[in-house]
């Protein structure tokens, strides 16, 4: 029988705060076919802020995962790709705002936007070790794979002209790379300090509450 992993023990433990990240009723909404598409155009034009700053932030775990681990596991590569994704992911947003008239340019990020950004900079600092920075990385994309997978199921109504943004982060290679994200993470956290994993841990219920409030900003419900 598998070791349970402490990623596993997580997910059980938050289990409701996890939910309420993956299944929120922005979300709901796509699945449901009931989206309001201003709220739509807010997500898109609010994300590609958060991306941007995004980067910077991967960029500093590829930099741990370099200094930080013997890397016979490959974690760096595994890492690259996920920057590599977010350079296409950048002209994606630039090519869907143009699609909806979204003016990028002119974007103001909102509260809940600058707050998770501020967070995601906090995390740049070489005093916020690998395992804990690798936490975080591997919790924000993977509540996006879930989300979106979620608008995929067979019995979603999710309206076409948003299928191509849910098959971006819910199809299955970046499901693959969330799960090379995740042996990553528990192989890390298999040798890390008891005051490691609690950073960890707590690292990742920040993570799971900024995503809350960033669909709620969405939403328009802030
Ligand atoms: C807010 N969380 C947010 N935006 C994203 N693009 C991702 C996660 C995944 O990259």
């Known amino acids: 029988q598998a070791k349970i992993t402490v990623t ?10 996890y939910d309420g990240a993956t299944r929120h009723p922005f979300i709901r909404s796509i699945r449901d076919g009931n989206i309001d598409i201003s709220a ?3 997500w898109l034009g609010q ?19 370099y200094k930080g681990s013997d890397d016979a596991n490959g974690d760096v590569e ?4 996920g920057v590599a994704a977010l350079h296409d992911e950048i002209s994606w947003f630039k090519k869907e705002a143009f699609k909806w008239g979204v003016q990028l340019s002119s974007i103001v990020p909102q509260k809940a936007n600058q707050e998770y950004c501020r967070f995601l900079e906090s995390l740049i600092s070489p005093e916020v070790e690998y395992t804990v920075a690798a936490v975080a990385f591997w919790a924000i994309e993977t509540i996006y794979q879930e989300s979106f ?7 979603s109504k999710t309206p076409p002209e948003l299928k191509e943004t849910c098959q971006r982060w ?11 994200l995740r042996n990553i993470v528990d192989r890390q956290l298999e040798k890390a300090s008891d005051d490691v994993i609690t950073k960890a841990e707590a690292t990742l219920l920040r993570v799971l509450e900024h995503e809350v409030d960033f669909w709620n900003m969405s939403h328009g419900r802030t």
Not at 78 to 81: A, D, H, Q, R, S
Not at 170 to 180: L, T
């Open 47 to 65: 994300d590609y802020i958060f991306v941007r700053a995004f980067v910077p932030f991967v960029a500093s775990v590829l930099t741990k995962a």
């Open 170 to 180: 819910g199809n299955e290679s970046f499901g693959e790379y969330c799960n090379s």
């Open 149 to 155: 997978a979620h608008c995929l199921e067979d019995d």
């Open 78 to 81: 595994v890492i690259l790709g």
């Open 40 to 42: 739509f155009k807010t």
């Open 8 to 17: 596993e023990t997580w997910l059980r433990k938050h289990r409701h705060l």
